[in-house]
């Protein structure tokens, strides 16, 4: 047991304090809100590009399939457009990546000098009871989960939900309601034991955070420290307490390694039986008469298109509530109030004679302990 944890390692799942934590996040987007509102605008032309490519494909199925006769004449028209669409999902992804690459970063930028400013406001004692090192880390990491949460965000979540939204909207407009009730039902699934094993996990990854975080501020400080540590013949106490501190972290890495892998098999298993379902039923209906060649290769092209992001949900939403633990570590370090603060009336010192007073002037190493 790891004794030191925050409570965020016990309830691993999203909260409201994390919800409260990616408003904050607000003022460090509104200044590129140009930037963010363009992205977002390619973000929905590669999508409906992406939702589009199958339908082409569709038609280019369907009129080799109709006519052999017509194979120089309709087909080529169909095959310049499907590229065309394939060429634009790329171009507009290319596109918002590079647009957005600036928000990401500046928004890193603003936060780790704005903590770093903090820091300093900070009172002296703030600075003896926490470890320099463990600090450092919790910074960096801070820094970076704010330009994590970003891309999963605006890059991988919001796409995937509208992604599923064309398709479910195509498959109900097009075919019967079956085809659409067989791709939700397992997108459900999916997410809902993504989500489940992904929360069970989760306190192997802040164990590790913890751990990491310990390690390494007692190998800083242990350096820091070198001549009493010398003094005091120290030396092996030290190396053996970094040891016992980072078995435990490689007793959490296997842990949740192992964990992961579960959830991969799991995840592997549930989108196969949702493809074979939905393959089965179209298969049905082309031997039916009711769909063509084109509409079976229609619904395999958009499943396969559909799951291939979903197929990297596990590894999204644990990298996002790994960002948001981090970042709640920062946005406490904010939230901590220096000791000594200006009056909210305080004026600038004028000085206008070498004079110099004590006026009720003290001193304690404790607030209630003054000398």
């Not at 989500?195 to 190998?219: C, E, I, K, P, Y």
């Not at 190396?239 to 296997?254: P, S």
């Amino acid at each position: 047991m790891v004794h030191g944890v925050s409570s965020r390692t016990e309830q691993p799942h999203i909260t409201a304090s994390d919800l409260r934590n990616l408003r904050r996040m607000g003022p460090y987007l509104w200044r590129y809100r140009g930037r963010v509102l363009v992205a977002l605008s390619c973000l929905i032309l590669a999508k409906l590009a992406t939702v589009g490519a199958p339908l082409v494909l569709k038609q280019i199925v369907d009129a080799l399939d109709a006519s052999r006769h017509a194979v120089l004449v309709v087909p080529l028209g169909l095959l310049a457009g499907y590229g065309m669409l394939r060429v634009a999902m790329s171009l507009f992804s290319e596109l918002r990546d590079t647009l957005f690459a600036r928000v990401r970063y500046a928004a890193m930028h603003q936060l780790s000098v704005q903590v770093l400013e903090h820091l300093h406001e900070l009172s002296l004692r703030y600075h003896l009871e926490r470890r320099t090192g463990a600090i450092s880390r919790d910074l960096d990491r801070g820094a970076r989960s704010i330009s994590s949460i970003l891309n999963y965000l605006v890059f991988n979540i919001l796409p995937t939900i509208a992604e599923l939204a064309l398709v479910a909207f195509v498959l109900l407009h097009q075919y019967a309601w079956t085809f659409a009730l067989v791709t939700l039902l397992t997108v459900g699934i999916y997410v809902a034991f993504t989500l489940a094993v992904t929360n069970w996990r989760m306190h192997f990854r802040h164990t590790m955070n913890a751990l990491d975080s310990r390690a390494n501020g007692q190998a800083v400080d242990s350096l820091l420290n070198y001549e009493t540590v010398k003094y005091f013949n120290n030396e092996r106490f030290e190396v053996q307490r970094y040891d016992r501190t980072l078995r435990d972290w490689e007793d959490a890495a296997v842990k949740s390694q192992a964990t992961m892998s579960m959830l991969n098999a799991g995840q592997g298993l549930i989108i196969a039986a949702g493809v074979t379902g939905i393959m089965v039923l179209a298969a049905r209906g082309v031997a039916a008469g009711r769909m063509s060649l084109g509409d079976l290769v229609l619904v395999n092209t958009m499943m396969l298109q559909l799951f291939l992001p979903l197929n990297f949900l596990g590894v999204i939403y644990r990298s996002l509530n790994y960002a948001l633990a981090d970042m709640l570590q920062v946005f406490q370090l904010l939230d901590r109030q220096p000791e000594i603060r200006d009056r909210p009336d305080a004026r600038p010192l004028e000085v206008t004679r070498a004079e110099v007073r004590f006026e009720d002037v003290v001193f304690g190493y404790q607030p209630g302990r003054r000398i």
